[in-house]
């Protein structure tokens, strides 16, 4: 069966990086865009940003230039890179993936989820 297992969340301090890393398993996993979304306590989740199956990245204007994703479909693995970390960033980040061509911030296009992995940036 299909597995996204995310890794790489834990505390720091803001202004600090953290780069979280999503193993995909049972799937072709170059047919598939790879998403990342969080979920801050008390609040809905957010779409984070996207890279397509060809390598086209997209991401929410309150993280573009600080955060990165990128893909290894050698690794069947997806990478999210994140940089000067804020309070607000705290949040339990997913990634998802889509056999859509333009998935982008469509929870509803996405075919599978991982479980999460906290972030906590503390100010």
């Known amino acids: 069966q299909v597995q996204l297992v995310e890794s790489g969340g834990g505390l720091v301090q803001a202004g600090d990086s953290l780069r979280l890393s999503c193993a995909a398993s049972?799937?072709?996993?170059?047919?598939?865009?790879m998403g990342w979304f969080r979920q801050a306590p008390g609040k809905e989740r957010e779409f984070v940003g996207v890279i397509r199956q060809n390598a086209f990245t997209s991401y929410v204007d309150s993280v573009k230039g600080r955060f990165t994703i990128s893909r290894s479909n050698a690794e069947n693995t997806v990478y999210l890179q994140m940089n000067t970390l804020k309070p607000e960033d705290t949040a339990v980040y997913y990634c998802?993936?889509?056999?859509?061509?333009?998935?982008?911030?469509?929870?509803?296009?996405?075919?599978?989820w991982g479980q999460g992995t906290q972030v906590t940036v503390s100010s």
């Open positions: 049972g799937l072709t996993f170059s047919n598939y865009a």
């Open positions: 998802a993936a889509s056999s859509n061509r333009y998935p982008d911030d469509s929870e509803a296009k996405y075919d599978y």
